[in-house]
């Protein structure tokens, strides 16, 4: 009998788990399909609602994409998300999360760029730096660069189109390398390291990427940081390319007419700017720049037009406002400048320039003390503001504050040695009197900018003053040399040459100064002294007539005139002129540029008037003027007449006796004994060696009957010039002689 058996039982229950497994893995896979697919649909939704610009619901989107199935990519995309509305830290933490997953290049670019938005740059720079290193070692593609390719199998898996539309795999290795390069060169930047920055840009424009608009940004980023580092040259020439690739962007017009209102090509600053306009005519900036442009023309009427549509657009700008009242000021409209200025510091009151500038209008308007205020706040501001106390101390000279002067522009020498604030605190020296210490700041100018001539001139005037002659004249031709032509350094050359007795050389100056300046009195007057010094009276005459022509009421040159009579011995013409120098002397002070004696010349005018009466023997009136000489005197007029050509008068003693001298022997020829003979005592007790003095002394004590008196003068005056034969008497012969004339009137020595 044959038996069937049944399986045995193991077998049985292999085979049911076997099924269970597989059908649980059907089904885990169909929910993973399930997922994927709720997933990608989730991802496309967020991809549209981005492209509408609706980050916060792609987000959302986005984060149920991520529920669903966690890929990097979602990660990436919604980091994106965020970073497109601000919440940089939730976008940092999902590109962190995309890179721990799944290292690509794009991530750290996109990482970078938030850490350099919330200013933690160096984080920035090692997500390029990490990014580009991930690149160099991915293996080449056919499209990529060499050593700058993505792996094709990690591109596939990622999607980048939102931030980096490409069309292939090595494209878009090169576009995310050029933007890796670019945002390096940006943190750079921000780092303040431009040079790196530059050669970052560089970089990516050497990658030879074909997009115009990535292109178009490391143009445009390596042009402005070129022209902040002062290369404008390259900086013109990137932002050409910049705005050829996109010349309808505003802003590389804008800032292409920067970089050549910076070269100072302001025609191509201002073809620029207008370019910018025309594409966004409503930036206030680019109007207010374009102004600029037009102010450094000097078309000041369209510089207004446009500070003013600037103001339009953006009337809270106080810069604008400040640079529509400088443009206000070149045109001298300084009340509306100062309303401008006054609105820019309502805006902002913490800006010295528009206080400095508000200066500037009071300076050209000579309020002087209103100047001085506003300089003053400008300092109160920044105390270290060179513009500020250099025209304070302009202001403070002008007003003749002369140490205040000095003060301030020795406090902007302390910041910076400029040739222009040496030469200002030099000429405040001069007014000082410390020539000495001038010509050590006209001497730092000249070692700053050797072609100075102002400086030569002025150091040359120095040395002038010091008696240094030679070296004053050495100054002045160097002025000459470095191609000055002023009438006031001729003038001063012969000045030097004057008193070096170069007479013709100093003649010929004073004719080129003429020739530059004829209305000038100072160079007429000047050329007459050379000549009357070569006793060349007729042309020193023509000279002092002339001038007189020039200025009608002006007493120096009316006494200079009238020596000059008195040395051609037209007596009558000299009074006349006398008079006329002591009638003009008594009215309001001249304000005449000669300088012919300080404080005055009246005593010297009454002087030489006595002289010309005595020649013309009208001895009572030389009399009264002698009494008026020797009054003004005693009231302390006695300074001496500098360059005169009268006998110079050394100090008060030789004057009195000088004065009392003709004095005394006007009384004597007018037989007033007694008079003459107070006058020789005061002589004799100013001069007591004075020979003659004791000479026509005796004669008085004669005439009075006091002979012991007499001989006693007569032996004196002898003993003092015992060779003098014209002292030797007779006195026998001499009884009846009234007196002896030793020397014209004027010619005593002192």
């Known amino acids: 009998m044959i038996t069937v058996s049944s399986p045995p039982k193991h077998n049985q229950n292999s085979n049911s788990a076997t099924n269970a497994r597989s059908t649980r893995r059907r089904s885990h896979q169909q929910n993973e399909k399930l997922m994927e697919k709720k997933s990608e649909e989730k991802y496309k939704e967020a991809k549209l609602k981005i492209a509408k610009k609706l980050f916060k619901e792609a987000a959302e989107d986005l984060t149920e994409a991520i529920n669903f199935k966690p890929l990097p990519k979602f990660h990436f995309l919604r980091g994106n998300c965020y970073r497109h509305t601000q919440d940089y ?40 730096d990490r990014g580009i290193d991930v690149l160099s070692k991915a293996p080449q ?107 309808k962007n505003a802003a590389v017009h804008n800032n292409l007419g920067l970089s050549f209102f910076e070269k100072r090509n302001y025609p191509g600053a201002e073809k620029r700017f207008t370019l910018a306009i025309e594409n966004d005519p409503m930036k206030a900036i680019y109007h207010n720049n374009r ?71 009071y300076q050209e308007m000579n309020d ?8 003053k706040k400008a300092l109160e501001i920044n105390e270290k503001s060179v513009q500020s106390l250099y025209h304070l101390g302009l202001m403070y000279h002008i007003n003749n504050q002369l140490f205040e002067a000095k003060k301030q522009f020795s406090k902007a020498l302390e910041i910076v040695h400029d040739h222009r604030i040496y030469e200002s605190r030099g000429l405040v020296y001069m007014d000082l009197l410390y020539y000495e210490l001038a010509i050590q700041d006209f001497s730092a100018a000249i070692r700053i900018v050797p072609e100075s001539p102002s400086n030569f001139f002025h150091r040359g005037k120095c040395f002038l003053w010091l008696e240094r002659y030679t070296e004053a004249v050495n100054d002045f031709n160097t002025a000459f040399k470095q191609g000055c032509d002023d009438p006031q350094v001729y003038n001063a050359r ?14 010929a100056d004073l004719t080129s100064a003429i020739k530059l300046d004829e209305r000038n009195v100072e160079y ?104 008026q000489a020797i009054e003004m005197i005693s009231a302390k ?51 007591p060696d004075n020979a003659y003095a004791y000479f026509r002394r005796a004669f008085a004590w004669k005439a009075l009957e006091r002979f012991e008196e007499a001989a006693e003068d007569f032996e004196k ?16 012969k001499i009884y009846d002689i009234a007196y002896v004339e030793l020397s014209k009137p004027g010619e005593n020595q002192y």
């Open 89 to 128: 830290d939730r976008a940092i933490l999902d590109y962190t999360i995309a890179i721990d997953t799944q290292e690509e290049a794009a991530f750290y670019l996109a990482r970078g760029k938030c850490f350099r938005t919330i200013g933690k740059i160096n984080k920035s720079i090692a997500d390029f």
């Open 141 to 247: 593609t056919t499209n990529a660069l060499p050593n700058t390719a993505l792996n094709n199998s990690r591109i596939q898996s990622l999607d980048t189109s939102t931030l980096l539309p490409v069309s292939n795999a090595g494209g878009e290795n090169q576009s995310v390398l050029f933007q890796l390069f670019v945002d390096r060169g940006l943190s750079y930047y921000e780092k303040g390291d431009k040079k790196t920055a530059i050669e970052n840009f560089g970089k990516a424009i050497n990658l030879n990427i074909t997009k115009q608009q990535n292109l178009f940004k490391a143009y445009f980023h390596r042009g402005n940081t070129l022209r902040e580092c002062g290369e404008l040259e390259a900086s013109i020439e990137d932002l050409t390319k910049a705005a050829d690739l996109d010349p």
């Open 291 to 361: 102004g600029l442009a037009y102010y450094k023309l000097k078309a000041y009427e369209k510089a207004i037009e446009d500070f003013t549509c600037a103001l339009n657009l953006d009337p809270e700008d106080g810069n604008i406002y400040f640079n529509r009242g400088n443009t206000l000021l070149a045109m001298k409209r300084y009340e509306e400048a100062l309303t401008d200025f006054n609105l820019a510091i309502n805006k902002v009151d913490t800006d010295e320039n528009y206080f400095h500038c508000k200066g500037i209008a």
């Open 368 to 375: 002087i003390p209103q100047a001085i205020q506003m300089f």
């Open 494 to 507: 012969a000045m030097a040459y004057k008193h070096l007795k170069k007479h013709d050389e100093s003649i």
């Open 524 to 627: 007429y007057f000047n050329r007459s002294q050379c000549y009357f010094d070569l006793k060349n009276h007729r042309q020193a005459l023509k000279d002092l007539d002339t001038s007189i022509e020039i200025e009608k009421n002006e007493p120096k040159l009316f006494y200079l005139r009238g020596l000059t009579y008195y040395e051609m011995k037209n007596y009558k013409s000299s009074i006349k002129d006398f008079k006329a120098a002591l009638r003009l002397k008594s009215g309001p002070p001249s304000s005449s540029s000669v300088k012919v004696g300080e404080p005055t010349f009246g005593h010297d005018c009454y002087y030489h008037m006595g002289l010309c009466y005595c020649f013309l023997e009208k001895y009572e009136y030389a009399v009264e003027s002698f009494t």
């Open 637 to 687: 007029e006695n300074t001496h007449v500098k360059d005169s050509s009268s006998a110079l008068m050394v100090d008060d003693a030789n004057l009195h006796a000088c004065y009392h001298h003709e004095r005394a022997k006007a009384y004597q020829i007018l037989g007033m004994n007694e008079r003459a003979l107070e006058d020789f005592t005061a002589v004799i007790q100013f001069q």
């Open 717 to 732: 005056a002898k003993s003092l010039q015992p060779n003098n034969p014209n002292l030797v008497v007779n006195y026998k």
